[in-house]
């Protein structure tokens, strides 16, 4: 677990990490062997090129839009609203807007 997150404390997974001009600012909450959490910040208009996932993974928008392109289709994402990629299944995520998320990554 990050030390940023303190136990017995509220906190917005949001908050935790900040926009930086023209990249994608990225902070690892939880990262063992079995899982891992990713907190990303995406400024508008970057992207994170089509790859495919090392296992089965659950994204949280947290603030703003993107698109996810998954296996050639486009689906647009907003807060509050999730997506689930399969296990080696090809994506990608542009921001159309500044956009937060939460990656949950469960490994084999």
Known sequence: MNNVIKAGEVFKLAGLVSYAEGQIA???????????????????GSELPEHAAPGDAIVFALEGEAVISYEGQDHTIKAGENFHFAKAD?????A????????????E
């Open 90 to 94: 090809r994506h990608s995520v542009k």
């Open 26 to 44: 990225k902070m690892n909450v939880v990262n063992d062997d079995r899982v891992k959490l990713i907190l990303m910040a995406f400024d508008a």
């Open 96 to 107: 159309t807007k500044q956009f937060k998320m939460a990656l949950l990554l469960t490994l």
